[in-house]
């Protein structure tokens, strides 16, 4: 039963995982972390497919290897980080707070991308 559960909270992480990779305020990589674990416990064949996924994979073995994140994907999340916020500051508020918050966010997210070792070859 223990097992069942994980599966469906692995999967449910999943999704608001993928869901993070276009909504600018919902995280990605803890959520594809937290999928990790579960999956881990509960199902190898589910997690075998995460690890693999074409999209989703590489998020998880850049932050659980130790050689560093791919340039690539650090120019590409961070792209997709500030092409979101800013379509969400100009489109979607017009609360001058929320705007500032957005950008604060943003600025904090690529610091750490970019804080983050990178490594040369790509995935």
């Given at each position: 039963?223990?097992?069942?559960?994980?599966?469906?909270?692995?999967?449910?992480?999943?999704?608001?995982?993928?869901?993070?990779?276009?909504?600018?305020l919902?995280?990605?990589?803890?959520?594809?972390?937290?999928?990790?674990?579960?999956?881990?416990?509960?199902?190898?064949?589910?997690?075998?497919?995460?690890?693999?996924?074409?999209?989703?994979?590489?998020?998880?073995?850049?932050?659980?290897?130790?050689?560093?994140?791919?340039?690539?994907?650090?120019?590409?999340?961070?792209?997709?980080?500030?092409a979101?916020?800013l379509?969400?500051?100009?489109?979607?508020?017009?609360?001058?707070?929320?705007?500032?918050?957005?950008?604060?966010?943003?600025?904090?997210?690529?610091?750490?991308?970019?804080?983050?070792?990178?490594?040369?070859?790509?995935?």
């Amino acid at each position: 039963m223990k097992k069942h559960i994980y599966v469906v909270l692995a999967s449910i992480f999943v999704g608001l995982g993928t869901v993070g990779i276009f909504v600018p305020l919902l995280p990605t990589t803890p959520f594809l972390l937290l999928a990790t674990y579960l999956y881990m416990k509960s199902s190898k064949k589910r997690l075998k497919w995460l690890l693999r996924h074409k999209h989703l994979g590489p998020y998880i073995r850049s932050y659980l290897s130790r050689e560093g994140i791919p340039l690539r994907l650090k120019i590409r999340t961070i792209s997709l980080l500030w092409a979101t916020m800013l379509f969400a500051i100009f489109f979607a508020t017009d609360k001058t707070f929320v705007r500032i918050m957005l950008v604060v966010i943003a600025t904090a997210v690529t610091i750490h991308l970019l804080m983050k070792k990178t490594r040369k070859r790509s995935l």
